[in-house]
């Protein structure tokens, strides 16, 4: 896409005020954003591998053995503190996404079937730079505005079922979709000039979309034990400009892999861990600014199960994640890592089978390359109903 050269040069050379959820949103195609429940997230986990099962979109096996209806809805605020030391820029910021929508709901006899919606990619961001050009009046103070609205999310259909006592396999298809406003304003700043100036604007849309597909497979070991792994391959992406007067774009896209094991070392004592991995480098190519990189993320983690709250089951959880970023500010290679911790709650049950239940998920984190640091927090909410 032919983005306003003004546009590029302001979020390369940092603002002097910027304002989203991370600055890295402004980074590469924005910042990844994983559709992950708050247990995951409490866990450390990077989204495979966890005894029991849900919808998860990076796990679509883990639903094979759901048994009847159900569905999740995960709300994630955040707050976050900047410090650059390469430009002395210092900011707060917060904000809220909703990451995973999932519902589950038996197909005959063919399995679970699960629709999901959830994000990917973050690119909601706006600053203020002040510069200085050169005019027949002479230099002339200006204000440059930007603002980019918008983001990429995926809707995915998928079917999971357990093949035999131990295994379970399961397949989605993904639609990329989404779109981004972007926009530029240039004020003079205070300065008399001959004849009436006005302000410069520029900026325009641009619709995604794409297709991925995901496949993974699991074997449990009774309600002991647990082992996953699922791979997902995408198409382009395709950015379509809504005007003549932009040009159209296309990015690759990672082929990601996941694995990840879990199982209980005592009773009610859970331990987890997990590994991803996604080949982000061929994407670099396709940026204007900026590069790209293959990146690799793992976690671990320990569940409680067994700890109660108010006479109900509230098992308790602690973990660490370490993720590279596949896009960066300074062209260093840029990392997130995050203790994380949260609890469980079931609301309702009948027997065995949680009918409604809340996860509760909280990361203490950095987000970091040379020259710029992102501490943050992190929260997850997580409500689950069964037997719609």
Known sequence: MRLPALLLVAAALGPASLHGQSIYNSAGLGLPVESLDARTRSLGNVGIGLLGSRVLPSDPAAAALLGIPGAVLTAQPSWVELGRTDTGETGSYQGTRFPLVGISYPAWDFGMATFSFGSVLDQRYSGIRNATVDLEEGPVAVVDSFDVSGGISEVRLGLARPVGSAFQVGVSVGRYTGSTLRTLIRS????????????????????????????????????????????????????????????????????????GASAMLAPGLLVNASLRRASWGGTGDDLRTGIARDVTAYGAGIELS???????????????????????????????????????????????????????????????????????????????????
Request: proline share 3%.
């Open 306 to 388: 067994r700890a109660q709250l108010l006479g109900r089951q509230a098992p308790i959880r602690v973990g660490y994640r370490s993720a590279d970023l596949p896009f960066s500010l300074n062209g260093e290679p840029a990392s997130e890592t995050a203790w994380t911790g949260g609890i469980g709650l079931d609301l309702a049950s009948t027997g065995p089978l949680v009918l409604a239940g809340l996860d509760l998920a909280v990361e203490w984190g950095e987000r970091s390359e040379i020259g710029v640091v992102e501490d943050f927090w992190r929260g997850s909410l997580t409500l689950r109903v069964s037997g719609l």
């Open 188 to 259: 003079l700043d205070g300065v008399s000039l001959t004849g009436t100036v006005s302000d410069f604007q520029e900026g325009g849309r641009w619709e995604y979309s794409g297709t991925s597909v995901t496949g993974g497979a699991s074997m449990n070991v009774g309600q002991i034990a647990r082992l996953a792994g699922s791979v997902t391959w995408s198409s382009e992406l395709t950015a379509q400009a809504d005007s003549e007067e932009q040009d159209d774009r296309t990015f690759d896209l990672p082929l990601e892999l996941r694995v």
